[in-house]
Nanobody, 125 residues
């Protein structure tokens, strides 16, 4: 399976962006898909995930209530809608896939074996 992330850009604090992860070479439903982010000088950080064969989703505490992950099986895409953006949300955002069933405690990048290229999100204050 291959992943391609898109939708990043520059937005003012309080604004919104919608990221998209296009999944190819496999059936979207068979994969748990997650979003991670990495700010300069920091480790890759878990953001959100949606479980395989389900719409069950999980979020990092830092984005809960502001970000929404969703999947469109007809289009084989997973979206991350980001509202009320803050400067600390500035990072390169990556989507990743795994064939594992995850729980709310599955936040390690090591749980995912396929990664898309990143898309840069910059939130200005």
């Amino acid at each position: 399976v291959q992943l391609q992330a898109s939708g990043g850009g520059l937005v003012q604090a309080g604004g919104s962006l919608r990221l998209s992860c296009a999944v190819s070479g496999g059936t979207l439903g068979a994969y748990t898909v997650a979003w991670f982010r990495q700010a300069p000088g920091k480790e890759r950080e878990y953001v959100a995930a949606v479980r395989r064969w389900s719409s069950t989703s999980f979020y990092a505490d830092s984005v809960k209530g502001r970000f929404t992950i969703s999947k469109d099986s007809a289009k084989n895409t997973v979206a991350l809608l980001m509202n009320s953006l803050k400067p600390e949300d500035t990072a390169v955002y990556y989507c990743a896939a795994s064939s594992s069933v995850i729980t709310s405690s599955t936040t390690s990048p090591n749980a995912y074996y396929t990664w898309g290229q990143g898309t840069l999100v910059t939130v200005s204050s």
